[in-house]
Each structure stands twice: as C-alpha cells, then as structure tokens.
C-alpha cells in the first residue's frame, strides 16, 4: 500500500485510490466539480488542482493517482491561486440567482467560493452571457441553462449509467450549453439522479422546486419501500412530513442511484386517509374507540371464538410489505400465544406496476417477500381461502394488507365473506378497512425502527423519522398489546429486542443484530 504526505500529514491507502479519496481519508477537502465516485473521470473543471512535490506543474487530483513517496499541498499559494481563478471563470457568466435559486443550501458553487474565493466579481454584470431558464426538458427535470458550470456530470450520467444520452454539450466557448437532442426530452426512470450530482443549480427536480429550503430539512437513514430492491436511502423531512427521497450510497444494494418510481413513492405513505385512530364497526359506520376497548374488544372475540371452534379458527395474513420484525411478532402471536398455523402471506404488485429492468427496478413491488420466506411465512391466500369456505378459519388478523384491492371485491367477498370476524392493521383507510370490524392505525415504514429483507438477502435498517401520526402505534406494539390482552403476558414493543429475539430462534437472521447491519445491511445466514 503507498504511504504518501498530505499538507504534512501522512497516510498509507490503498493502491489505485487518487489524491481527492487519498485525501478523505485525513478528512481534506480537495475541491471539485467534475468528479464523482460513481462515474468516468474528465478532469475538465480543474477545481482539483494540486500541488506535487517534484511535478513541473499543478496536477488534477482526480485523475492522479496515489504513489508511495508522493507529497501532496492542497494548500499551497499556487493551489490557492489556482482555486480563486478556476472560481473566478466559473462565475464570470454564472447569474445572481442565489436568493431564488432552489440549490441554495446545497449549492457546491457557493461553498467553494466562501471557502476558496470571496472576493467581488470584475466582470460587468450587464455584459454576461444570457441562456435558458426554467426549462423543463422532461422526466420531471428542469434546466437553466445560465448556472450551468459544464461539469458534464449529468451527459456522463446518461451516457454510461442509463446509456440513454438524452443531454449533451453543444455549441463552443463560453456559449457551451448542456441541452437535450432538439425533439428528444429526457425521458428514462432515472432521470431525477441528475439532479441529485448536480453540483449547482442547474438542474432541479420540478416536484421539487420551491417547497422547501434545504436548510430546514431533516435527514434520516432508511429504505425505499417501492420494490425488492431496497435502495438504501435518506429521508428528507420537516415537521413531520416527508418531502423527498434521496439515494444513500450502498456498494452492495444501488450504488449511488435509485430509480424516480422510488423516489416519487412518499406521497402515498401521507394521503389524507391515513388512519390515526382506532375504530369498529357499529350499525355499518367504523366509529372511534380507545385503544384499551379496542385491544379488549380483540382479544375478547379470539378467546370466545377459540374456545368454541379452537385454535386454528384464528389466522392472519401479512402483507410482504411488512418489516422483519412486525411478521415475526405476528408469527409468534397466530402460532404460539394463540396457537393456531393459519397463517399466510400476501405478495402483491398493483396493475400496471413496472417491471423489472438491468440497473435497479424490480418487477416485485414487495420489499420484504425474501424476509416473510426467511422467517418461514410462505403460505398462499388460497389456504387461508379453504378454511373458510370449510367454517374453520372465523378469525382473519390482516397486517398491513389491502386483501380486496389485491383480489378485488367480488373475489374477496367469495373467498373471505363468510368470516365471522376481521382484525386490520393498517396505515390508510382501504377498502379492506371497510370491510372489517376492527380496524388498527399502525406506522408507515418512514415512521418506525425495524428491517427490510431485499430480493437477494440483504437485510437493511429502518430508522424512525418521525413519529406516526395521531394515535398510531407501531405494528409492533400493537401486536404486543394484543398479546399481553390474551395472555397477561408482556412482550417485547421494541424493534431492537424483537430482533434480538428473531435472532435467537430463526436460523436464517442468527448472528445478526439490528444496530450490528450498519449503514449497508448484512447478508442472512446461510
């Protein structure tokens, strides 16, 4: 491994690193536009340049690659000459649009020119050059073309990681512009990843745009729950609203991308039926009750129905869209506490969902399928459906499944109609809510602590945002409520001990740990 000195501090990396991941390692910024991790190296901002010991001359400290013996100033006179007047190109034609512009906040032109310029303009602001503005080239993407400082991360973007190459640069000097093909706007599933490596403000999302300043934005670590991927993400909220999704590098599950699907999925998680009450079913209207009557009232009607037509007259479905550790507690609930092996699993993708393509989107809209299976859960609705029609099954628990959307109402009402009674924990009211007795206001995925099983076995973790909304709990909670009703029992309400639990006695999660996934998942054992 070379050992090279930077700003007099020495550090030993690994071969093939260049100087700005050299750098990183002893927490140095070295400035740059045009590089990103993720893609080609064109060396065409020289916002990087650096001064090596030895070199004739300054060197991009993107495209150099590290050597053992090597010293490197990244804040030497000449490197900081060299900084204030590759600042001082980019901003002769850049606008004022600072106080109007939705990267301020996040903008890497401002950083740098506080950090490495901040001295006044000596070019006449009448005598810049003028371009587009708010030009929606589609896919939801806006350009304006006047903040546009070349960087080419977006042309490389298409080029290499979507192989669309719906941008390119045209014209010369400094009337260079990025543009769309004249006829072809932008137009693939992952468009919006442009506006993410945007360094400036040309780029910006249209749903975007103007709602939020940046600064005031929180940031939480989770998962997208749009397919069975699981791209690592972070949540961008305020005051306990969700305003955007961006995608969190994770080398094992989606690089540095995520698909626009994903990306536009929060709306659904904060519609205006979300539920925040607990109701039930009086003279054909759900009505409000507390939570103790309702945890009662549940638990009440199990035991009565149990005891006269048994155990496994009580059965559950879980939507695969459920967290490891909600379908763990439910498992134990249906199998142990009420000791019934009517249990089932929902895997389901909404009419004209996308299918499945060769960087990300996957054609299963369920992100936790892999975990339901790992767990053991696996059984089809058609079981549950036999029970029934036989005057077994009399008790459905629904966690988190839409059942008639799924099936459709006819099919449902066929296939589940003669229920003597219906449990549903859900996020929304649905029409599977209206067709219940009780109905359970339970925590979207953004609003809890838990994991998702990807496709392959990776298992990511959930982080809380915020909490939910009014008085709905956690899934977790709620089923631990439940449970400590019918048996006297206290149970585990918190994801890390129903975790630790899911480790102990399933044989595909042992030896992991929710804290121990870290920021990239781990694999399930094998």
Known sequence: MPKLTIDGREVEVADGLNLI???????????????????????????????????PKLQIACNTKVADGMVVHTKSDKTKAAQRAVLEFLLINHPIDCPVCDQAGECKLQDYYMDYDERPSRFPLAEKNRKGKALDIGSGVMLDQERCILCARCTRFFDEVTHTSELAIFERGDHNRIEINPGQPVNNKYAINVVDICPVGALT???????????????????????????SIDIHHHRGRIYRFKPRYNPDVNSYWMCDEGRHSFPELQQETRLTVPLVQQKN?????????????????????????????????????STNEEAFAMKKLIRETIGSDQIATLTWSPPGASGADDLLIRSSKNPNAQGLRALGVTASLDSLASAVAAGKLKILIVLRADLVRAMGEQEFMRKFGALDYMLVLSTDANGTCQMANQVWPIAAYPELNGSFTNFKGRVQRLYEAFPPPGQALSAIEAI???????????????????????????????????????????????
Request: hydrophobic residues 40%; contains cysteine.
């Open 21 to 55: 991941q050299a750098a990183e390692k002893l927490n140095i910024e070295i400035p740059h536009y045009c590089y990103h991790p993720g893609l080609s190296i064109p060396g065409n901002c020289r916002m990087c340049l650096v001064e090596i010991e030895k070199a």
């Open 205 to 231: 999302e249209k749903d975007f745009r103007f709602r939020m300043r940046v600064w005031y934005l929180h940031r939480k670590p989770s998962v997208c729950g749009a397919c069975e991927r699981g791209c």
């Open 285 to 321: 209207e759900l009505v409000a009750e507390t939570w103790a009557e309702a945890f009662r009232r549940a638990a009440g009607i199990i035991k009565n129905i149990g005891s006269e037509f048994g155990a496994n007259a009580v059965g559950a479905v879980i939507d695969a869209k």
């Open 480 to 526: 631990a409520r439940l449970g400590h009703a019918l048996d006297g029992v206290e149970r585990s309400k918190s994801a890390d001990a129903v975790f630790t639990q899911m480790a102990t006695e399933e044989p595909a999660f042992k030896g992991l740990s929710l804290d121990g996934l870290g920021e990239h998942g781990r694999d399930l054992a094998r």
